[in-house]
């Protein structure tokens, strides 16, 4: 099993940067991928950004040249660095692992952008 606790949402200011951190715990062995989802009121969850134990990352479109996925493996952490934030980035940010037989999610946390 893996255990995810995020941190890091809040409220800020169109433009503005906030930094997500995702910590994860138990067999953390078995984790091949970590990523960022998010889901706005009314709209499915989508997959923000990605990052393998290779270090590639993926991104959506929407958020490419502004958002950057890191991973220290030491620590077990994943961590999305959000800058130049837009109202359309407000949503509930999900922390996700993957493993070969399952995929793990975080408890998720607000983020709000206001214009």
């Known amino acids: 099993q893996v255990q995810l606790v995020e941190s890091g949402g809040g409220l800020v200011q169109a433009g503005g940067s906030l930094r997500l951190s995702c910590a994860a715990s138990?067999?953390?062995?078995?984790?091949?991928?970590m990523g960022w989802y998010r889901q706005a009121p009314g709209k499915q969850r989508e997959l923000v950004a990605a990052?393998?134990?290779?270090?590639?990352?993926n991104y959506a479109d929407s958020v490419k040249g502004r958002f950057t996925i890191t991973r220290d493996g030491p620590k077990n952490t994943v961590y999305l660095q959000m800058n130049s934030l837009k109202p359309e980035d407000t949503a509930v940010y999900y922390c996700?692992?993957?493993?070969?037989?399952?995929?793990?999610w975080g408890q998720g946390t607000q983020v709000t952008v206001s214009s």
């Open positions: 996700n692992a993957g493993t070969f037989s399952k995929d793990y």
């Open positions: 138990g067999t953390v062995w078995s984790i091949t991928a």
């Open positions: 990052i393998t134990g290779g270090r590639s990352t």
